[in-house]
């Protein structure tokens, strides 16, 4: 079946700390990848995406690559900000078949001054 | 644009009373999702409609939950006779194509006494 792994929070980091949220994925094809955040009392919002293997999605300072032969796309981010304290999100979608992403348990970060 | 509209953003309940939540999806978008979120369960996708009409609705606990879509820009959530275990925040979700970005609107945090 499909099914998205984020690793469990919470995470609390220093400001100017490195982050890196785990996400692994269970997939019978080749989907297309996301991060999504949450922030506190909003919904979520779309962070990055990699749409095939060795894409890498970036924004906002956060980066994550597509790898296949590990099935994992990792969100990393070399110097976090307070104000990026929020729930992210992995998931998965494909291009055919059922326009679902299915979605990760969400890992909340909070980053302390 | 306003994004996607959701109302109301709070609402509380008694056991067994009638519930309805109403959503406005971004302008051109033909995708609509209704997902529920919780701290026990996570982000559940519930519904899918693709141009105002329901696609995958293998998500809807029971027969409880109805959801309909009238017309392009407008979509209801109900849930009669409501329960205290639906007690969550509900989004709305809207994307422009299949696979493409999707953007949510603030939820609906529901309360059943």
């Known amino acids: 079946g499909n099914s998205v792994t984020q690793m469990e929070g919470p995470v609390t980091l220093s400001e100017e700390a490195f982050l890196t949220i785990n996400c692994t994925y269970t997939a019978t094809g080749y989907p297309s990848l996301f991060w999504y955040v949450q922030y506190p009392g909003e919904g979520l919002q779309l962070l990055l995406k990699a749409t095939k293997a060795d894409d890498k999605g970036s924004n906002k300072g956060f980066e994550a690559t597509y790898r296949k032969e590990t099935t994992s796309f990792h969100l990393e981010k070399g110097s976090v900000q307070v104000s990026d304290s929020a729930v992210y999100f992995c998931a998965l979608h494909y291009q055919t078949g059922a326009n679902n992403l299915f979605f990760g348990t969400g890992t909340r970060l909070t980053v302390i001054p | 644009d306003a994004g996607v509209i959701q109302s109301p953003r709070h609402e509380v309940t008694e056991m067994g009373q009638e519930v309805t939540l109403r959503c406005k999806p971004i302008s051109g978008h033909d995708y609509l999702f209704w997902y529920r979120q919780t701290m026990m369960r996570g982000l559940e996708l519930l519904i899918y409609f693709n141009n105002n009409v329901p696609i995958d609705d293998s998500g809807m606990p029971e027969d409880r939950f109805s959801a309909k879509m009238p017309n392009a820009s407008f979509s209801t959530l109900k849930i009669q006779p409501s329960e205290p275990r639906d007690s969550a925040v509900y989004f709305c979700?809207?994307?422009?194509?299949?696979?493409?970005?999707?953007?949510f609107g603030p939820g609906t945090r529901l309360t059943v006494l």
């Open positions: 979700a809207s994307s422009l194509k299949r696979g493409s970005e999707q953007f």
